[in-house]
């Protein structure tokens, strides 16, 4: 239907505006024509009375003439004609009316349909975080369709398994294998599927049924990236009302956005996933997963060597290697990591700086005592055999301490602990011994008063309790 076959009926019909007809218009013309022409039929009937009753006779010679019985006839045809045709074009302008609503109708659906399905799209690749965008799946096919209920389940292997639900939380987490139920159905034929009457298990093998009742009509649509099957979407309509073909179409659609926005959340969280064994392979040893040299020289620069550091060294490690072979040496540097981790608070920092060399950084520690208590469960522990292929391997350690009492960079202090390594090795190892870094001048003290240097710098601390091979 165009416009101009619009106004040609409106024409015939008698309406002359120049703006569309409405239906009120129709109706008041219709209303007009009808007063019109039943007006005009009285008028006919009560002339024809009149002329019956003022004289008969002669009105009886008038209606014998041929003239006069065809305009009596002529005249209600012609009004009855000139009604009906009226009538008729007045109801093709309804009908025309009637159609441009339905289209109109049909074409604003439409259009709420595509802007529902652009803001559920745009809404779903708003975000890159899995979690947000299974949410946002969810809130907009419920907001496209009179959902009650809908769930999201992920493709996990051979499983499909509840990532998000809205309605029936109690659902998250639960599985079904492909092939079981409405779900597993849809994932393995991979076609959408409406639900329209009570589903059996004959039709669905494997269908579990629902706590909450029965559902009556349902929808459930394949998440397809690529070819590729990532899950499905379920939507299930609320007890008063059914869904249709045109609803499963339209859930279609918006599932191969989800599918994408899905896609893209998994590619986001893998590169997180890369990046972070990045980060942490550049700042972590590979085989005890301790921080590496690299990390713990990070972290004196940021004290600006202002925590205590312990230099560890294991000894009879060489031995363990040569007879046991590389692989029982791996297993006892894992183990060592694993006993020095237990020695320390959250804040201190235990790294491996490569072979049997460890460091163990205490943070806000800057007294010799609270350092060597630490350096004492430290070879405590480590006085406890350690199993590795069947046999039982004695590992003790030399530790070096360097304790800071003043302001100094991160290479100073690993050359104080060094330097206090070799003292507990020159000692007999299985000890530890403790750098000091020497008093700093200060105004109004004159050097005479400070006291006597000590040897090397180096005091030994054998303390009984903790200390082996001392």
């Known amino acids: 239907m165009t416009e101009e076959e619009l106004r040609a009926a409106a024409r015939v019909s008698g309406m002359r505006g120049k703006e569309l007809p409405s239906f009120e218009q129709v109706e008041r013309r219709r209303f007009e024509l009808w007063l019109m022409s039943t007006l005009l039929l009285m008028g006919v009937m ?83 975080e899995l979690d947000r965008v299974l949410d946002s799946i969810l809130s907009g096919a419920t907001d496209l ?18 990532a998000a639900a809205v309605g029936n ?33 004959a039709l669905f093998p494997g269908l579990v049924r629902r706590s909450g009742g029965e559902v009556r009509s349902a929808l459930c649509v394949p998440l397809l990236e690529r070819g590729e099957l990532l899950g499905v979407l379920n939507l299930s309509a609320p007890a008063e009302g059914d869904f249709s073909e045109y609803d499963l179409r339209a859930v279609s659609l918006f599932a191969e956005q989800a599918a994408t926005a899905i896609g893209k959340a998994r590619l986001y969280e893998r590169s997180q996933q890369q990046a972070e064994q990045l980060a942490r392979a550049a700042s972590h040893d590979a085989l005890t997963g301790l921080a590496n040299r690299a990390a713990l020289d990070a972290r004196m620069t940021e004290t600006r060597g202002g925590e205590t550091l312990l230099f560890l060294d294991l000894d009879g490690f060489k031995e ?24 320390v608070g959250g804040e201190d920092m235990v790294g491996r700086f490569g072979g049997d060399e460890f460091a163990i950084l205490l943070s806000g520690v800057r007294e010799e005592e609270a350092a060597c208590a630490v350096a004492s469960r430290v070879l405590s522990v480590l006085q406890e055999p350690i199993a590795v ?19 100094e960079d991160g290479d100073a202090l690993m050359r104080h602990a060094d330097r206090a390594l070799y003292a507990a090795k020159a000692a007999g190892k299985g000890c530890w011994r403790v750098h000091q870094a020497p008093p700093v001048l200060t105004p109004g003290r004159s050097s005479s008063e400070l006291p006597a240097p000590r040897s090397a710098d180096v005091l030994p601390f054998n303390a009984p309790v903790g200390v082996t091979g001392a």
């Open 389 to 407: 292929q069947g046999r039982r391997v004695a590992i003790d350690a030399s530790i070096g301490i360097a304790v800071p009492l003043q302001e």
């Open 320 to 343: 363990v290697n040569d007879e046991l072979g590389h692989a029982a040496g791996d297993e006892v540097l894992v183990a060592v990591a694993g006993r020095l981790r237990s020695c």
């Open 46 to 128: 009560g002339a024809m009375v009149l002329f019956t009753t003022w004289d008969p006779e002669e009105m009886s010679s008038v209606l014998r003439h041929p003239v006069a019985r065809f305009a009596m006839l002529a005249v209600p045809v012609a009004l009855s004609g000139y009604t009906i045709e009226k009538e008729m074009s007045l109801r093709r302008v309804s009908s025309l009316l009637m159609d441009e609503r339905l289209l109109t109708t049909a074409l604003t659906n439409r259009l709420h349909e595509i802007s529902a399905l652009l803001d559920a799209g745009r809404a779903v690749n708003s975000t890159l």
């Open 145 to 162: 369709l009179p959902a009650s209920s809908g769930s999201v389940m992920l493709l996990d292997g051979d499983e499909l398994v509840v």
């Open 169 to 201: 939380v109690g659902a998250l987490g639960k599985r079904a294998a492909l092939g079981d139920g409405i779900a597993g159905h849809v994932a393995r034929t991979r076609e959408p599927l409406l639900i329209d009457g009570r589903a059996t298990s």
